[in-house]
Structure formats: structure tokens, C-alpha cells
T-cell receptor, first 111, second 114 residues
């Protein structure tokens, strides 16, 4: 999606491994979000940021950490991956009043 | 806390027909916004339509329109002349003015049959 880039698009991890998902936006937005999508559960907010250097917890923050060192980047880290973290992860940005612009998602499988 | 409910986990419709997806929400405030997102099999989340609560007129975007019933806290999406490319998950979302984030429903999976 134009303006929001997620990397990687796919990843398989072994239980206990760590990884970082990167979200980059060129829209100069303050707000950035990380969601996970699971069948029947909709989109659940993991963490979000309202500006460079700030982060806040969402609905399901356990097992994840985030950093927003630069305005355009929002990183999501898994320190010790678990099978329960198998999911599709979406990054989003925009002032929420206008609705989000989403990245294309990352499909993560933890085996 | 605001909640968004999509009561139809799955729906199907024949090509060229009209289908309506339901969404209800819960809030005690007056300043809010509502959205419908489409997620086709490609996984990309696409903003379909946006409604401002203070506007009486229902939002429309080509074949997509909403029926916004503020008193009933209902925000349904009508898709006219359904096409095969409308097959997707559809998410309803709510934004409370002054809040920092959207609240999403669990989604409705729509299948358009030829």
C-alpha cells in the first residue's frame, strides 16, 4: 500500500526465537499502530504510538515490545516467539479521525 | 469502552444482487466517526467508506452506501450490483473524537457467487 511499508511479508520462526517487524511510513503521520488479525477475532491492537519517542499498550501487548525512535518507523519485537503469536500482523498510520492507512501485512508462523 | 458488533460472521450473495452488512456500536458520545473496511483475499485493508456522526446524509461511494441510524446506533453497509471482486472480509470500525485509536468489529466474510 502506498505510504506504509511492512517488512517482512512472511516469516516462519521456531518457538523461542526472536524477531523484529518493521513498519515504515512516508506520510509524516504522528500516529502509528500494530494490530494482529486472527480468524474470528477481528483486529486486535497490540501497541501504538502517538509520536516519535512515545509508545502505549493496546489490548494484547503481552509478549511484544515496540519502539518509535524515528517518526517514520515503528518496530514490533517478539523476544521469545510462541505458537500463540502465529498471526497476521498489520501496521497502520493516519490520524484516526480519517481512518487508517494500512500496510500489506506480515504473515508470521511460529512452529 | 466503545464496542462494535458485526452480527453476521458470514454472508453470501449472487452476482448483480444487493447485499447489506450489519454493524452496531455502543457509545454515549456525539462526536464520532464510522468506517467500513474491505479486506479481499490479497489481505490488503482498504477503506471503503467514512461517515461523520454529525452529518445526517448517508455516505456513498459508487456501489457502496451506508444506512446510518444514529438513534439506533446502527451503521450498515449496502453493496449494490454485487461483483465477484466484492468477495472479501468487511470490517466496521468506530472512532470516538479525541480518542487515539479506532475500534473494530470482528468482521463479516462476504462471498459473491457467480
Amino acid at each position: 500500500n502506498a505510504g506504509v511499508t511492512q517488512t517482512p511479508k512472511f516469516r516462519v520462526l521456531k518457538t523461542g526465537q526472536s524477531m523484529t517487524l518493521l513498519c515504515a511510513q512516508d506520510m509524516n503521520h504522528e500516529y502509528m499502530y500494530w494490530y494482529r488479525q486472527d480468524p474470528g477475532m477481528g483486529l486486535r491492537l497490540i501497541h501504538y504510538s502517538v509520536g516519535e519517542g512515545t509508545t502505549a499498550k493496546g489490548e494484547v501487548p503481552d509478549g511484544y515490545n515496540v519502539s518509535r525512535l524515528k517518526k517514520q518507523n515503528f518496530l514490533l519485537g517478539l523476544e521469545s516467539a510462541a505458537p500463540s503469536q502465529t498471526s497476521v500482523y498489520f501496521c497502520a498510520t493516519s490520524p484516526p479521525v480519517y481512518g487508517y492507512t494500512f500496510g500489506s501485512g506480515t504473515r508470521l508462523t511460529v512452529v | 469502552a466503545q464496542t462494535v458488533t458485526q452480527s453476521q460472521p458470514e454472508m453470501s450473495v449472487q452476482e448483480a444482487e444487493t447485499v447489506t452488512l450489519s454493524c452496531t456500536y455502543d457509545t454515549s458520545e456525539n462526536n464520532y466517526y464510522l468506517f467500513w473496511y474491505k479486506q479481499p483475499p490479497s489481505r490488503q485493508m482498504i477503506l471503503v467508506i467514512r461517515q461523520e456522526a454529525y452529518k445526517q446524509q448517508n455516505a456513498t461511494e459508487n456501489r457502496f452506501s451506508v444506512n446510518f441510524q444514529k438513534a439506533a446506533k446502527s451503521f450498515s453497509l449496502k453493496i449494490s450490483d454485487s461483483q465477484l471482486g466484492d468477495t472479501a472480509m468487511y470490517f466496521c470500525a468506530f472512532y470516538q473524537g479525541g480518542s487515539e485509536k479506532l475500534v473494530f468489529g470482528k468482521g463479516t466474510k462476504l462471498t459473491v457467487n457467480p
